[in-house]
C-alpha cells in the first residue's frame, strides 16, 4: 500500500481568534502543524504529504517547514476558496503510484500511531476507512443554522446517541474513489471527505478513534492540548 497524505489548511482559522494562520500556533516547543506533521511521517506506508495552504500563509508555512527540518517528503500545494477546493486541488498532486489517499485535519496533532496502524490495516481490504469516538453528549438539532441570530432558537428533534460517532480525522480512501466523489459533488460547503464518499453508496468503515485526538478550533482546545501533552497521553 502506498499513501499519499492530504493535510487541508489553507483556512483563516477565525474561530482561534489568532493572527497566526491556526496550523502555526506553538503547542510547546514547535507549532501544531509540526506536530502532526512528525505523526504522519512516522508511518512508512506514508510515502508523501500535501499541505493546501492559502497564498497568503504560503511563506509562512515554508519557513516553518524550513525551520523545523521537514524535508522531501512534504509538498506544499495552494488551497483554494474552500475546503472542498482545497482537497481538489491536493488531489491532482496524488502521485501515480499511490494508491490510497489519507486525509488529515492539520490541526489533529495528537494521531495515535496505533490508530493510525489499525486505520490503514482495514483500508487494505475496504474502499473507505474513518475513525471516530462514540458520541458523549446530547446531541439536538435546532431549527435553524448555528450561525443565525435569533431569539427563539427551537429544537427540532432529539438524536438517539446510541448510533452517534463524532468522526475524526485520518480517513483513509482508495485514491481513485476520492477522487470520483470529488468529481461528481461539487457541493463547497462539505466538511467531511467520507460524506461525498457516501452519496456514491459505497460503505464507509468506522474504526474507534480515540478522544485525544482532538482538533483545535476554539482558543480554549489549546488549553486542552497543552494537557494532553502535559499528561503524556502522546
Ligand atoms: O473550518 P474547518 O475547521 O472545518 O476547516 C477544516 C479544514 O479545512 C481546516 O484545516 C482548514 O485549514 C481547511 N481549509 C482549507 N481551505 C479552505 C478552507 C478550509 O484547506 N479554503
Not at 500563509?57 to 475546503?83: E, H, M, P, Q
Amino acid at each position: 500500500m502506498i499513501v499519499t497524505a492530504i493535510v487541508p489548511a489553507a483556512g483563516l482559522g477565525l474561530r482561534l481568534q489568532s493572527r497566526t494562520p491556526k496550523p502555526l500556533v506553538p503547542l510547546g516547543a514547535k507549532p501544531i502543524l509540526i506536530h502532526t506533521l512528525e505523526a504522519l511521517s512516522k508511518e512508512r506506508r506514508i510515502h508523501h504529504i500535501l499541505i493546501a495552504v492559502a497564498k497568503k500563509n504560503w511563506d509562512g508555512f515554508k519557513a516553518v517547514l524550513r525551520s523545523n527540518k521537514i524535508g522531501n517528503r512534504v509538498t506544499l500545494v495552494l488551497g483554494g476558496k474552500t475546503r472542498r477546493e482545497s482537497v481538489e486541488h491536493c488531489l491532482s498532486f496524488v502521485s501515480p503510484e499511490s494508491d490510497r489517499v489519507l486525509i488529515h485535519d492539520a490541526v489533529r496533532p495528537f494521531i495515535p500511531a496505533s490508530l493510525l496502524k489499525a486505520l490503514l490495516q482495514k483500508a487494505e481490504k475496504n474502499p473507505a476507512v474513518i475513525c471516530g469516538v462514540p458520541v458523549k453528549a446530547t446531541i439536538k438539532q435546532a431549527t435553524s443554522h448555528v450561525s443565525a441570530v435569533t431569539r427563539n432558537l427551537t429544537v427540532a428533534k432529539t438524536l438517539p446517541r446510541d448510533r452517534l460517532w463524532e468522526i475524526q480525522t485520518p480517513q483513509v480512501f482508495e485514491k481513485d474513489l476520492l477522487r470520483k466523489a470529488y468529481a461528481r459533488c461539487k457541493d463547497n460547503a462539505v466538511t467531511d471527505d467520507a460524506a461525498l464518499v457516501e452519496k456514491l453508496g459505497v460503505k464507509v468503515r468506522i474504526v474507534r478513534g480515540e478522544y485525544c485526538n482532538i482538533k483545535i478550533t476554539t482558543p480554549e482546545d489549546l488549553v486542552f492540548a497543552k494537557a494532553i501533552m502535559d499528561a503524556g497521553y502522546v
